[in-house]
């Protein structure tokens, strides 16, 4: 079954000549699927690699003109999966742009490592960049009704949505799969990086983080823990985001003293991984982090929304050092919104010093109740 897919239409919109189109996400997130949807419809004579075939790596790395032409040949499309396989990747294409008349590139790559370091300078004024994650509620909804997404909220809090867990046919399926995630590709891109030593210490910087969602994290503690230093961990802690693993908030601070603003929060892109690596897939009637679930679950929603709907905003949460705090700050528009997520159905009452301080923001509370209006 395929799930149309959100951002196969803003690559269609972005693909133009001399253009490329970068999309990034995880592994297994569903990009080679995106690709073979799009090029269903594509109506020019294209050409589509992996840069993990050795010989595409040969010619798409050589930053010959001649070399690259005749790769090509007369295709008018480029399509290259897991583009941050191929060494110098960026001036690859774009010397493919600048002496190619008429062609378009689309690179994807499963972390932005290397791809993003590579394609950003080269690329400068030539590309267009799209993010994709694990599925959207926005994009379930497409094949979904009302009531099916209701009954199926319990689910989504446990296994979430990578498309094999989806599409699974039962829950011991969904956990075998993730565990299998854990086990091989989720630090496949992590530990071929120059500086990762130590990969035990890795998993467990990552179960840490999985029990500290929607909690301030402190580098140092978290070093003294592993036994690894202060900018070890902030090291580590980059490269999990640029893989897709985890994502970071920061706090909001613009008048208050008190307002707390260096230290960051982690939240998973898929609670489903962060499920595997406590290995707790229980019902939610027996867990005691319910909350956390939800929270993590809401906010990664937003952000996919606010991706697929071309909603601009850079986001944060706010707290204060007396225990003060509003889960999700957006701000957008010049304007701010502050958002409290609750698991139970009950009324969060708004902290007098934000409203104080920022009166003509906007406040709501999400529950069970709303969260499809803020989500989908």
Sequence with gaps: MYIPQEQLKYIFEFLLPQKAVIIYGSRRCGKTTLLNELLKQVKEKYIFVSGEDITVQNYLSSQSIEKLKSFIGE????????????????????????????????????????????????????????????????????IQTIAETEALLEQRLIYRSYPEVFLAESDTKRAEYLREMISSSLYKDILELDGVRHSDKLVRLLQLLAFQIGKEVSYTEVGQQLGMSKNT????????????????????????????????????????????????????????????????????????????????????????????????????????????????????????????????????????????????
């Design 233 to 376: 961990v902030d090291r580590y802690l980059d490269f999990l985001e640029k893989a897709f693993v985890i994502f970071k908030l920061n706090g909001f601070s613009r008048n208050l003293r008190k307002e707390i603003s260096k230290d960051s929060r982690y939240f998973f892109y898929d609670v489903g991984i962060r499920n595997a690596l406590i290995n707790n897939f229980n019902p939610l009637l027996v867990r005691n982090d319910v909350g956390l679930l939800w929270e993590n679950y809401i906010i990664m929603e937003r952000i996919k929304k606010q991706e697929y709907s071309r909603i601009s905003a850079n986001n944060y949460f706010w707290r204060t050092y007396d225990q003060k705090e509003i889960d999700f700050i957006e701000e957008r528009e010049g304007k701010l919104y502050g958002y409290e997520i609750k698991w139970a159905a009950r009324k969060g009452k708004l902290p007098k010093e934000w409203l104080e301080t920022y009166s003509e923001s906007i406040y709501e509370v999400i529950t069970k109740n709303n969260y499809l209006d803020f989500i989908v």
């Design 75 to 142: 295709h008018k499309l480029v399509v290259i999966d897991e583009a941050q396989k191929i060494k110098n990747i960026g001036v690859n294409i774009k010397l493919i742009l600048d002496h190619i008349n008429g062609i378009k590139v689309i690179a994807t790559g499963s972390s932005s490592f290397d791809l993003a370091k590579q394609i950003g300078e080269p690329l400068t004024g030539r590309k267009y960049t799209l993010r994709m994650f694990p599925l959207a509620q926005l994009e379930i909804n497409n």
